[in-house]
């Protein structure tokens, strides 16, 4: 019994897969342009800077924004994010921005784990990159430039599925009947 225990437990384990990335979309900031600073502290413990608003591409002069309507940017100086309780593999998002963007990843201690400049998009504001930017650590905080345009911000990188194709599904689960086939095999005495 023991083994047929460990057999179920190890092919559920498999099947699952987690994720524990946060995403910050902005559109449920329905006023703009306001100030994000704390909206997101309750649900995801992020804040930003006073400096960074969100706007909506209705009241603004920009489009095909990744999630619709809302959007963040500065246009007085560089702003922080900040995650006390910190985010680890990843921070992903997209960008609209009409010269080189500075990105910069902190952990707590101040040290840099990450740090790109992102290329200027062509037909900005309304043609937009996806970037990932992978880092070893856990970040607390995030310098994002100014006069760019930013959505979907995500913390925290989306656990892969194991199985990524059907093939890998079917010899997985074609194993696992293999083992319950072997596992309940009458012994003789």
């Given at each position: 019994m023991k083994p047929l225990l460990i057999s179920y437990i190890?092919?559920?384990t498999l099947l699952q897969t987690q994720s524990s990335a946060v995403l910050l979309?902005?559109?449920?900031?329905?006023?703009?342009?306001s100030p994000v600073?704390?909206?997101?502290?309750?649900t995801y413990?992020?804040?930003?800077?006073?400096?960074?608003?969100?706007?909506n591409h209705t009241d603004h002069e920009f489009s095909n924004e990744p999630s619709s309507?809302?959007?963040?940017?500065?246009?007085?100086?560089?702003?922080?994010?900040?995650?006390?309780?910190g985010f680890s593999d990843a921070l992903s998002f997209f960008y609209s921005a009409k010269n080189s963007s500075p990105i910069v990843i902190?952990?707590?201690?101040?040290?840099?784990?990450?740090?790109?400049?992102?290329?200027?998009?062509?037909?900005?504001?309304?043609?937009?990159?996806h970037i990932v930017?992978?880092?070893?650590?856990?970040?607390?905080?995030?310098?994002?430039?100014?006069?760019?345009?930013?959505?979907?911000?995500?913390l925290g990188a989306v656990a892969v599925p194991l199985f990524v194709d059907a093939a890998s599904f079917l010899l997985v689960l074609m194993l696992f009947w293999l083992s319950l086939h072997y596992?309940?095999?009458?012994?003789?005495?």
């Open positions: 190890f092919f559920f979309n902005f559109d449920g900031i329905h006023a703009t342009p600073a704390d909206y997101y502290e309750s413990g992020v804040t930003f800077e006073s400096n960074v608003g969100a706007y309507q809302t959007i963040i940017f500065s246009l007085t100086s560089p702003f922080y994010m900040y995650k006390p309780s902190y952990d707590a201690e101040g040290t840099v784990l990450a740090s790109v400049t992102l290329p200027p998009t062509p037909g900005v504001p309304n043609a937009w990159e930017i992978p880092f070893e650590g856990v970040a607390t905080r995030v310098q994002f430039a100014y006069i760019t345009l930013y959505d979907n911000i995500q596992i309940h095999k009458p012994r003789p005495l």
